[in-house]
């Protein structure tokens, strides 16, 4: 599967989702830092790939119609060490298939796991 990591996401998960198969392009590798939100989203439409951000701005279905993309994981974690959060979102892409999420917007938390 293609997947955009945003760069408000730790660096780290490019390489772990890497391993499990994906291919994945994180924003800092890409562009400049602070890309506006709809270079970002141009880049998801490209592929089309899955987006994964902190980035609340992405759960506004109005401007980012999750449905042009494969999908938008929002995490919505805090403070989280940068392991917490690899695991969280491996966790989610081991546990679900393309099909329950693919042109959704699904929102990721230590807690629970909604898929709108």
């Known amino acids: 599967m293609k ?3 945003d760069e408000n996401v730790s660096r780290s998960l490019s ?3 890497k391993a499990l198969g994906h291919e ?8 400049s830092k602070g890309i506006p939100d709809e270079k970002v989203w141009k880049l998801a ?3 089309p790939r899955l987006l994964i951000t902190r980035d609340f701005h992405f759960t506004n279905q109005y401007r ?3 449905t042009m993309v494969l999908g938008i994981v929002y995490l919505r974690i ?3 060490k940068i392991e917490d959060e690899i695991a969280l979102v491996e ?5 679900h298939t393309l099909e329950e999420y693919k042109g ?3 929102t990721l938390s230590p807690e629970q796991t909604k898929i709108r």
């Open 104 to 106: 959704r917007l699904v």
């Open 64 to 66: 980012f119609n999750s």
């Open 45 to 47: 439409q490209d592929g």
């Open 78 to 80: 805090g403070n989280l």
């Open 3 to 5: 997947i955009l990591v």
């Open 15 to 17: 390489p772990r989702l």
């Open 24 to 31: 994945v392009e994180h924003i800092s590798e890409i562009a």
């Open 91 to 95: 966790h989610f892409l081991r546990n």
